[in-house]
């Protein structure tokens, strides 16, 4: 809380007090504010009241105890509905990347980026290689060359999905095969 004629001056106004009490004044204006480069200032005008004339009218008719402490020369001489001063807040403002960095830190971020990495790790060594393996197991199948499934090494009720399909593969290269061998052994249509 501030005043241009400020009975305390400790109240005295600051930069921004004193520009908002001098556009108040002269523009008849009721609030103010100034966005700053680091915060939001925001004033209030302040109207003197009849209540507030006991002790701002005069300093002869203000109370002894405020002419004690705060002398006779400043904060009286206003009249009623006159601005009395302004009420102000600074709300400060910072950045997005400051706020963000203040709720989620350093070690969140390394956690996260760790999460990251694990996820991709598991992906590439349980499906991705499994898969390559496989694919490369099924081009041999397919031009009836020998292919090492690893079939020995999967429990049969594995619930891991990339072992059902190894599996899966085993099985039909097995039908295939004996498919292969019927075709060969059966005789050749009388002609
Ligand atoms: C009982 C006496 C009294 C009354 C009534 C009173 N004031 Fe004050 N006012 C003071 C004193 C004393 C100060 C200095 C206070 C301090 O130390 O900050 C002051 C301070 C102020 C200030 C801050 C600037 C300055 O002068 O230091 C404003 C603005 C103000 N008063 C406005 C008002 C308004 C508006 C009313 C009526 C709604 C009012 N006052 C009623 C005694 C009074």
């Not at 915060?39 to 109207?47: D, E, K, N, Q, V």
Request: glycine letters at 6%; one cysteine or more.
């Amino acid at each position: 809380m501030t005043s241009h004629n400020f009975m305390n001056p400790v109240n005295k106004p600051d930069a921004f007090e004193a520009k908002a009490l001098d556009k108040i004044r002269s523009g008849h204006l009721s609030e103010y504010y100034e966005v700053l480069p680091d915060s939001f200032r925001y004033a209030r005008t302040l109207y003197e009241k009849a209540s507030c004339l006991a002790c701002h009218a005069s300093a002869a008719s203000a109370p002894k105890d405020v002419t004690e402490r705060y002398g006779v020369e400043h904060g009286y001489g206003f009249k009623e509905g006159e601005v009395a001063g302004i009420i102000s807040v600074r709300l400060p403002i910072r950045s997005f990347w400051k706020v963000a960095y203040s709720v989620v830190g350093p070690i969140q971020i390394a956690l996260l980026v760790s999460a990251f990495l694990v996820a991709i790790l598991f992906i590439q060594f349980a499906v991705v290689r499994p898969l390559r393996k496989l694919t490369l197991a099924a081009e041999r199948i397919s031009v009836g060359q020998a292919a090492d499934l690893g079939v020995d090494r999967i429990h049969r009720k594995s619930g891991n999905e990339v072992h059902q399909l190894i599996l899966a593969v085993e099985r039909l290269r097995a039908s295939l095969m004996l498919a292969i061998k019927r075709v060969g052994r059966r005789p050749e249509p009388p002609a």
